[in-house]
């Protein structure tokens, strides 16, 4: 079962536009972490944000999370055709748990030079 | 930079066989993840083990097994393989107690491609 719903499932833009992707889930969390992937490849580590913490930024990365709403969202700006990839959130419960991640279902954006 | 190596890479079974999966975290890494990616899926949780105990344990089908050695390598046992088995397996490793809070930034080996005929 998953935890985190994500939207768009696909976003398909233009060099130097931005990218923007939500994320929701359903169970309290310490914290929420955004990953993307290459085609069948990998799982790369993005940014982290706590459950404490309202926004963050990493590069051209920006992520917010409202645990009012439990929902998230990663905004990419400037993206480039190297962005091409699927993202996803995972989130972490915490407790006796940390690093037990539970995905959502990925957004794949497709960046177009 | 030491990345988190698995291995094989790509291995195909017949349905009914047994295959094993490697994972050499990073070094000083103490905690060894591994999740299941099937084709057009969000990896799903299987299992963990933090200094050689399982810590935690997610879908895991009984048919699996795993272990963490004393090196700290993992190794995933799967038998009697399915078709439905076929994914990609990715094992991560992190450093630190399961529960030290930032401790858990799961770093990711490239995967193990699994195809069950």
């Known amino acids: 079962s998953q935890q985190g719903e994500e939207d768009p499932q696909a976003l398909s833009i233009q060099e130097g536009e931005n990218a923007t992707m939500n994320c929701s889930y359903k169970?309290?969390?310490?914290?929420l972490q955004w990953y993307r992937q290459n085609s069948g490849r990998g799982l790369v580590h993005l940014i982290l944000?706590?459950?404490?913490?309202r926004e963050k930024h990493s590069g051209r990365l920006r992520v917010t999370l409202d645990t009012s709403k439990k929902s998230s969202s990663l905004l990419i700006t400037a993206s480039r055709a190297a962005d091409t990839a699927s993202y996803f959130c995972?989130?972490?419960?915490?407790?006796?748990?940390?690093?037990?991640?539970?995905f959502g279902q990925g957004t794949i954006l497709t960046v177009h030079p | 930079a030491a990345g988190v190596i698995q291995s094989p890479r790509h291995l195909i079974k017949e349905k009914r066989e047994t295959a094993t999966l490697k994972c050499y975290p990073i070094?000083?890494?103490?905690?060894v993840y591994w999740y299941q990616q099937g084709p057009g899926q969000d990896p799903q949780f299987l299992i963990s083990?933090?200094?050689?105990?399982?810590?935690d344990k997610g879908s895991i089908p009984d048919r699996f097994s795993a272990q963490q050695f004393s090196d700290y390598h993992s190794e995933l046992n799967m038998s009697s393989l399915e078709l439905g088995d076929s994914a990609l397996y990715f094992c991560?490793?992190?450093?630190?107690?399961?529960?030290?809070?930032?401790?858990?930034?799961?770093?990711f080996g490239a995967g193990s491609r699994l195809t069950v005929l």
């Open positions: 991560a490793s992190s450093w630190g107690l399961p529960l030290i809070p930032g401790a858990n930034v799961l770093t």
């Open positions: 169970t309290s969390i310490n914290n």
């Open positions: 944000i706590r459950s404490n913490e």
């Open positions: 995972a989130t972490d419960a915490g407790g006796t748990s940390y690093g037990k991640l539970t």
């Open positions: 070094p000083r890494h103490d905690t």
């Open positions: 083990f933090y200094e050689k105990m399982q810590s």
